[in-house]
């Protein structure tokens, strides 16, 4: 397909349920016009194809605003987000960041070198930090210019903001010299995500929330840390975001996670996203009757390097591998899509959600699929 038969594809089509109704219908078990779909993380690439820098739309909420405008008036994509990011926690307790006038922000000086110094972070109060009063302050000004929109937030899993306050070789290393010792920074960066998520649902009634977490990965950590140190703390976080938010949340594990989903199984999470490095038709077989799947298109080879048929029919694997998910599937990106990412690709990814998601019910393939099988 090339770029001008999708405009007037896209452009001719009107949908028949909001979003909101969309996921709705969804959920219930209800048919929906189409599968709902999630394009993770989108607002840096957005923004970018809006021609704003990172930094602008960082820094400055009028761009902030009018990037939400333009996203919504072009792709129909509502909602806003307020919300820590992987390395938010690390922020507030010392650690020093770089954010860059385009891309994504890095550590530059860790908070703490050694888990000796942990006592330095541990004083440090969530409920007056001024990083989570900026965010909050974001949120207010969003939410009071698209009234009609809902907001979510999200959160870093606990081995991801312990290895944002401190080095990540030392912290895997006091896995076997001092497990106590990180157990007690585990427990610290659940309480300062849980405080988050109270205070966000104080201020905005609650809402739903995604747990990012790529360091609780099988690339990094083994199974025998991942039992010992990561899950424990997750299903921690998972049980006070539970609390604080009223709904259960959604998990997101970039890489390799296959290795521990017969533990990850058993975590009381809403849903998980499955990275595009994974099978989802096997996440389907061995989880998917445990939460709702999302996920799986590659953002970067195919959403960020492809062509328009090459991110349809990348779409179209993963309906047909995960639509039949007992507990349901959502069409999304494996990981948060670049930036630099064309407008045709997101045009496609969502010309394919209408077309081969067409008439969606939980747990059955949508009727866009038949003769795609």
Request: proline share 5%; charged share 25%.
């Amino acid at each position: 397909m090339d770029r001008a038969e999708l405009e007037k594809l896209f452009y001719d089509y009107k949908d028949e349920m909001t979003q909101g109704e969309r996921a709705a219908a969804y959920a219930s078990g209800e048919e929906a016009d189409y599968i709902p779909f999630s394009i993770q993380s989108n607002e840096e690439a957005m923004a970018d194809l809006f021609g704003y820098t990172t930094a602008q739309w960082r820094n400055d909420p009028k761009v902030h605003i009018d990037v939400i405008k333009r996203r919504r008036d072009e792709f129909g994509i509502v909602g806003l987000a307020a919300g820590q990011r992987l390395r938010t926690v690390g922020q507030a307790v010392g650690t020093k960041m770089f954010f860059p006038e385009v891309g994504i922000d890095r550590v530059e000086t860790h908070a703490i070198q050694t888990l000796a110094d942990l006592d330095k972070v541990l004083s440090v109060d969530p409920y007056t930090s001024p990083v989570y009063q900026a965010i909050l302050e974001r949120g207010r000004i969003l939410k009071d210019e698209f009234p009609e929109m809902g907001i979510g937030t999200s959160v870093a899993g606990p081995f991801t903001v312990a290895s944002t306050i401190m080095p990540i070789e030392r912290l895997l290393r006091d896995t076997r010299k001092h497990p106590q010792a990180v157990r007690d920074l585990l427990d610290f960066a659940v309480y300062h995500s849980v405080a988050w998520a109270e205070m966000f649902a104080k201020e905005f009634g609650g809402g739903p929330c995604t747990i990012c977490d790529p360091v609780s990965c099988a690339d990094i950590l083994s199974r025998k840390q991942y039992l010992e140190f990561s899950m424990p703390a997750q299903e921690k976080l998972i049980e006070g975001l539970t609390k604080a938010l009223g709904r259960k949340p959604g998990l997101h594990i970039c890489g390799k996670t296959n290795p521990l989903w017969d533990d990850m199984a058993n975590l009381k999470v809403a849903s998980f996203s499955v990275d595009n490095r994974e099978s989802l038709a096997e996440a389907k077989d061995r989880m998917g009757d445990k939460f709702a799947l999302v996920g799986n298109v590659p953002p970067v080879d195919v959403m960020l390097k492809g062509s328009i048929d090459d991110v349809i029919e990348s779409c179209k694997k993963c309906i047909r591998q995960g639509a039949e998910s007992p507990l349901g599937y959502n069409l999304g990106t494996g990981c948060q899509v670049p930036i630099g990412t064309p407008r045709e690709n997101f045009m496609a990814f969502i010309y394919a959600a209408r077309t081969y998601g067409r008439g969606a019910r939980k747990g059955c393939m949508p009727k866009g699929m038949e003769g795609q099988l």
